[in-house]
């Protein structure tokens, strides 16, 4: 290595797709596919976004202009490996597509990453999930053009390289993780999201919280060992571009999360939130996301039989949101000592007039319990199922998520995460 490469990172990279935004943007994508030279389209969503009428109404949009469009509905709400192989088999099975179209929430857009990837290259999904989970490949054919539709203020995939999923033999999330997975368009529409449950936009909610939260106190970008271009990830650490968008969604969540819970026809606070989560998208899917990420995936992998309002009832499930922010705030507090202003200016932004008397490391927990207690999000993963006697299970398939922990300002060890997790059973 040369005397120019060596030491401490000076470089951050930032990516983002194409962004079209605001009501009656859904409208257009049949337009803009004939601006990729798309003449066979596949459509994906979920049964419960299917019932709103809006991919249908999507897909009869984009065959004005002359573009075939496939309608495939059978996501999986939370994605598995097993969901994702039969989206990937129908697509495979229908001939060429020269573009994708996902409607929904981060379930239909990642499964619609996951049938990107693999009816442009071989191989198996396994074959990409991010190591050690799986093998870690990287795609060597460009993938097609992908319009993300997103129907939920929360995931922030329509900005991302990353493509979530539970590995149901081994019982965790993992996830695959490279930057030609991004989609080439983001369409947000926020007359998509007023269908939404107020449990789903409080989950989702507090995804959006969560990634601007964690992207703002994430390890900057500086304090990581100078890379080569060839092994760069998405993943840089905080950085001045992805701070200035997290703080932006902060702002607007302060007010707009309860709001668009308590009324979710109030279509301004359905405007801001799905702002928010753009903002959230477009930070954290260069920033990266941290401790409360991490602990998700186990979280939500290993459920035994809580069953959430306004989610699918037939099988158990912990939201992604719900899950994140569960362990959010004993992780904010284990974090604070690595950059005790950034946490201090989260807690300020989204809760400007709240006065905190006691140590500043509690300051931004206490106001994410505020929060989450105001918009009914469970108390702890005690609420959700877990005990004191799952943590060592649960800090074994957080530790399999080191492209994660990578990012923590503050480097946690398995004792670290399981006193985060003691701390989580119940947060009030």
């Known amino acids: 290595m040369t005397s120019a490469t060596a030491g401490r990172e000076t470089v951050f990279t930032y990516g983002a797709p194409a962004l079209k935004y605001g009501t009656g943007s859904s409208d257009e994508i049949g ?7 798309a003449r066979r389209v596949l459509v994906l969503t979920d049964a419960g976004v299917a019932a709103t009428g809006w991919p249908q109404r999507i897909a009869e949009g984009i065959e004005t202009y002359g573009v075939e469009a496939v309608v495939f509905d059978g996501v999986h709400v939370e994605p ?5 192989r039969k989206a990937v088999d129908f697509a495979r099975g229908q001939g060429e597509w020269d573009a994708f179209v996902a409607v929904g929430g981060g379930s239909a857009i990642d499964t619609a990453k996951a049938v ?11 074959d990409y999930v991010n190591a050690p989970v799986g093998g870690g490949r990287a795609p060597s054919s460009p993938l097609k053009p992908l319009v993300a539709v997103p129907t939920t203020t929360g995931t922030g995939s329509e900005s991302t390289t990353v493509c979530v999923l539970d590995v149901l033999s081994l019982r965790v999330k993992s996830g695959i993780s490279h930057l030609r997975m991004r989609p080439s368009l983001a369409v947000v529409d926020p007359r998509l999201t007023v269908s939404q449950p107020p449990e789903v936009t409080a989950a989702s909610g507090m995804d959006i919280l969560c990634h601007a939260a964690e992207s703002y106190t994430a390890k900057p970008y500086t304090e990581f060992d100078r890379k080569r271009p060839e092994d760069r990830v998405p993943y840089c650490g905080s950085n001045p571009l992805a701070d200035m968008f997290a703080e932006q969604s902060l702002r607007l969540l302060s007010w707009a999360l309860p709001a668009a819970v308590r009324d979710g026809s109030d279509l301004k606070a359905r405007e801001a939130m799905a702002l928010a989560a753009t903002f959230a998208g477009l930070g954290f899917g260069n920033a990266g996301v941290h401790i409360p990420h991490a602990n998700a995936y186990p979280i939500a992998g290993q459920v035994r039989d809580f069953h959430p309002s306004g989610y699918p009832g037939d099988e158990a499930m912990v939201p992604h949101g719900m899950a994140v922010s569960l362990t959010a705030p004993a992780a904010f507090r284990f974090t604070f000592d690595a950059a005790p202003d950034r946490h201090i200016r989260v807690a300020r932004l989204l809760a400007p007039d709240y ?5 500043l490391r509690d ?5 994410l319990g505020q929060i989450m207690r105001e918009i009914g999000i469970p108390n702890g993963i005690g609420a959700v199922g877990y005990t004191e006697s799952d943590v060592d299970s649960l800090v074994s398939g957080t530790v399999k998520q080191q492209r994660l922990l990578a ?5 946690a060890s398995e004792a670290d995460l399981a006193v985060i997790l003691r701390e989580s ?3 009030w």
């Open 31 to 37: 337009y803009d596919l004939t601006q990729y030279g």
């Open 425 to 427: 059973v119940t947060l």
């Open 407 to 411: 990012t923590a300002p503050r480097e």
């Open 116 to 126: 990107n990837l693999l009816t442009s290259n071989d191989g198996d999904l396994m």
């Open 80 to 84: 598995t490996d097993v969901s994702m």
């Open 355 to 359: 006065e905190w008397p006691g140590d």
């Open 363 to 367: 300051h931004l927990p206490a106001v």
